[in-house]
Structures are given as structure tokens and as C-alpha cells.
């Protein structure tokens, strides 16, 4: 059973930092591409971040660019969001995603609360 | 980056009845690399459709999608009280991937 755990979400600061991890099972970690997308409370989606299966690409939306790094240890079986310089509208559920014709699987979520 | 636009933001309909919720795009959406989501409250998305029109694994087949270019369409033949709910529309096809606003579908 494929499973997605997201955990490090929290309370911060803003102009704070946090490194969010996903924790992956029931597949081959390193073949598939991954992504991040948040919600913010009441909103939409957001993609947020893309990585390759073997990290050689790597994509960022516009609104996280230079403040947030996507990794992977795929002989952890992992992914990692670094978010950097935070600020009130990052506050948000991060899911991590496999991404395979869309993204077909998807973790329950991490809260990041960005307040002072 | 591809602006996806849904519509209509709200839609009521009651069970039985036939919905179709529409995805526009800013550009053509390459090799029709566009998916629709399902979420409800406090629940991760869930994938439905992938290349606009196959649908996912254990997805009824009530649920369909269609369109090419900039123009989609999701269509839920007749609706079951667990299709209410929010659907999202996403490009995957370049970077950034992104999603449109969403459709709240409630019970009339």
C-alpha cells in the first residue's frame, strides 16, 4: 500500500524556518518525480514545488522561489521541503504527492502556522 | 504559466441530476496533461481523472472527463451524495503545475 507521511509542520515565527519531511512506503521511492502543494485554511490549491526522480530537475512557483528548497534521500525513502523566511500567507497545509499523470498519491498533510 | 480558470465557483444540484464543471486555460495545455481532483473537508485530494479524459483507479464510471487544448470539461452523470464536494482542475503538463480556483458542488 503506497503510504505518504508528512510531519515537521508547527508553529513559527514569521522570518522563521522549517524543514518539512515526507516519509514514503509501498513503492520504488526513486523512480517516481514528486511534488509539494499547500492549502492555505478555506483556499484552494497551490502548487509549490517539483523534484525529479533522480533530483536533476527541479521547479519552484514564483511565490516560494528563493525562500524554499526541495531534496530528496531516495535511499531513504524521503522528501524535504526547507522553508525559509517565512511569512504570514505560507501558513498552510503541505501535502507531499507522487506525481505519476497528475499526482496519484497523496499525504494526510503538515500544518505551518506563521504567526507571532 | 498556464492560468486555469473553473466554472461555476458554486454549483447546486441535487442527487440524481447530471453536473458539468468546466476548466478553461490561459494556453493550450500540452498533450492534454490535465487532471481533476476530489476533496472533501479535512481529507487530502483525490486524484479522478489524468490526461483529461482516463480516469483513475476505482472511479466510477459515472464520472468522466473530456476537452483538449483550453477547454475541459468534468462531467458526474448522476450524482450520489458522496460527489459533493470540491473539484479541481491542474495542469501537469509544464511547470509551474498549477490548479485552478475550484468547484464547490452542494446539495441543492
Known amino acids: 500500500e503506497v503510504q505518504l507521511v508528512e510531519s515537521g509542520g508547527g508553529l513559527i515565527q514569521p522570518g522563521g524556518s522549517l524543514r518539512l519531511s515526507c516519509a514514503a512506503s509501498?513503492?520504488?521511492?526513486?523512480?517516481?518525480?514528486m511534488s509539494w502543494v499547500r492549502q492555505a485554511p478555506g483556499k484552494g490549491l497551490e502548487w509549490i514545488s517539483f523534484?525529479?526522480?533522480?533530483?536533476?530537475?527541479?521547479y519552484y512557483a514564483g511565490s516560494v522561489k528563493g525562500r524554499f528548497t526541495i531534496s530528496r534521500d531516495n535511499a531513504k525513502n524521503s522528501l524535504y521541503l526547507q522553508m525559509n523566511t517565512l511569512r504570514d500567507d505560507d501558513m498552510a497545509v503541505y501535502y507531499c504527492?507522487?506525481?505519476?499523470?497528475?499526482?496519484?498519491?497523496w499525504g494526510q498533510g503538515t500544518l505551518v502556522t506563521v504567526s507571532s | 504559466e498556464i492560468v486555469l480558470t473553473q466554472s461555476p465557483g458554486t454549483l447546486s444540484l441535487s442527487p440524481g441530476e447530471r453536473a458539468a464543471l468546466s476548466c478553461r486555460a490561459s494556453?493550450?495545455?500540452?498533450?492534454?496533461?490535465l487532471a481533476w481532483y476530489q476533496q472533501k473537508p479535512g481529507q487530502p485530494p483525490r486524484r479522478l481523472i489524468y490526461?483529461?479524459?482516463s480516469r483513475a483507479t476505482g472511479i466510477p464510471d459515472r464520472i468522466s472527463g473530456s476537452g483538449s487544448g483550453t477547454d475541459f470539461t468534468l462531467t458526474i452523470s448522476r450524482l450520489e451524495p458522496e460527489d459533493f464536494a470540491v473539484y479541481y482542475c491542474?495542469?501537469?503538463?509544464?511547470?509551474?503545475?498549477?490548479f485552478g480556483q475550484g468547484t464547490r458542488l452542494e446539495i441543492k
Open positions: 504527492a507522487r506525481v505519476t499523470w497528475g499526482f496519484d498519491y
Open positions: 509501498g513503492f520504488t521511492f526513486s523512480t517516481y518525480d
Open positions: 523534484i525529479s526522480h533522480s533530483s536533476s530537475a527541479i
Open positions: 494556453q493550450s495545455v500540452s498533450s492534454s496533461y
Open positions: 490526461g483529461a479524459s
Open positions: 491542474q495542469q501537469y503538463g509544464s511547470a509551474p503545475y498549477t
